[in-house]
């Protein structure tokens, strides 16, 4: 199984700053990579899909970068709207796997 | 609009059966790739299963093959989960996420809101 290890598990951050949060696959995924974002209580949201594409109706803020084995998801200026927690996922081989997932708080 | 609603969560016990069931709407279901993904209490995100457009591929991960069986009746936008020989370890809340509409299935854009299995004595 491909192991997908995402860091930081937590991140302290305040409204405005730029954060960066990165997944490592254990073997190559070429592009095939999306992060959501979750809220307690709530399904997760689709933001970025191919490792770089923006999902309709995501805030530009947000975007995603890589290809292989390393990615990384941006917020380029964090919002009160933001703090949840994040999730890759590879969708190259199977079975699917999710990064352990970072959360966002406020610093 | 595309909604996406589970049912049949529950407490049983170990070793008990389950049948999750998942309807859709506001697509064409028999186009889609569609997916089982599970979270238990206070962890991360877990894949479960998939299902093709047309039943006719189905992949799981290695702890619930031969435990669990996902399916579908597109005559009726539906979506299913049968879980036999359950374990504690299979609490979670259970989400039905529709796939890709290719020959490969990819990232779930659409999620449901999810339904709580409980396993315990």
């Known amino acids: 199984d491909i192991q997908m290890t995402q860091s930081p598990s937590t991140l302290s951050a305040s409204v405005g700053d730029r954060v960066t949060i990165t997944c490592r696959a254990s073997?190559?995924?070429?592009?095939?990579l999306a992060w959501y974002q979750q809220k307690p209580g709530k399904a997760p949201k689709l933001l970025i899909y191919?490792?770089?594409r923006l999902e309709s109706g995501v805030p530009s803020r947000f975007s995603g970068s890589g290809s292989g084995t390393e990615f990384t998801l941006t917020i380029s200026s964090l919002q009160p709207d933001d703090f949840a927690t994040y999730f890759c996922?590879?969708?190259?081989?199977?079975?699917?796997?999710f990064g352990g997932g970072t959360k966002v708080e406020i610093e | 609009e595309v909604q996406l609603v589970e049912s049949g969560g529950g407490l049983v016990q170990p070793g008990g059966s389950l049948r999750l069931s998942c309807a859709a709407s506001?697509?064409?279901?028999?186009?889609?790739?569609m997916n089982w993904v599970r979270q238990a209490p206070g962890k991360g995100l877990e894949w479960v299963a998939n299902v093709k457009q047309d039943g006719s591929d189905k992949h799981y991960v290695d702890s619930v093959k031969g435990r669990f069986t996902i399916s579908r009746d597109n005559a009726k936008n539906s979506l299913f989960l049968q879980m036999n020989s359950l374990r504690a370890e299979d609490t979670a809340v259970y989400y039905c996420a529709r796939g890709q509409s290719g020959s490969n299935d990819g990232h779930s854009e659409y999620w449901g809101q999810g339904t709580l299995v409980t396993v315990s004595s």
């Open positions: 996922l590879q969708h190259y081989f199977y079975p699917l796997t």
């Open positions: 191919e490792a770089s």
């Open positions: 073997q190559t995924i070429i592009s095939w």
């Open positions: 506001g697509f064409s279901f028999s186009t889609y790739w």
